[in-house]
């Protein structure tokens, strides 16, 4: 399966940042796969920030929930984040990735897409 990134490189703070995977090779709603977001700020670590599962149950960062959410397109085997209210802290780049579920462990993702950089402007 492959992942494919899109979205705005460039988000003005304060404004929502948009982000779409595009998945082919399988389907987004096969059983048992959750299809995360992950971000890695400059010089920092891998960060989740949520989750949308094959069966469309979300789940979100308890530090990002009251800004993020997660929506899919099954016709088009898409998944999508929204991230509200952004400031320069949310610079990153930005991954899309699968795994089964169960404890978030970065080493459990099995498909990774190549990431965009998104830069939050003051």
């Known amino acids: 399966v492959q992942l494919q990134e899109s979205g705005p490189g460039l988000v003005i703070a304060s404004q929502t940042l948009s982000l779409t995977c595009t998945v082919s090779g399988g389907s987004i709603t096969t059983n048992y796969y959750r299809w995360s977001w992950i971000r890695q700020p400059p010089g920092k670590g891998l960060e989740w920030i949520g989750a949308i599962r094959y069966s469309g149950s979300t789940y979100y960062s308890p530090s990002l929930k009251s800004r993020t959410s997660l929506s899919r397109d099954t016709p088009k085997n898409q998944f999508s984040l929204q991230l509200s209210s952004v400031t320069p802290e949310g610079t990153a780049v930005y991954y899309c990735?699968?795994?089964?579920?169960?404890?978030?462990?970065?080493?459990?993702?099995?498909?990774w897409g190549q990431g965009t950089q998104v830069t939050v402007s003051s």
């Open positions: 990735a699968r795994d089964l579920g169960g404890t978030i462990a970065y080493g459990d993702f099995t498909s």
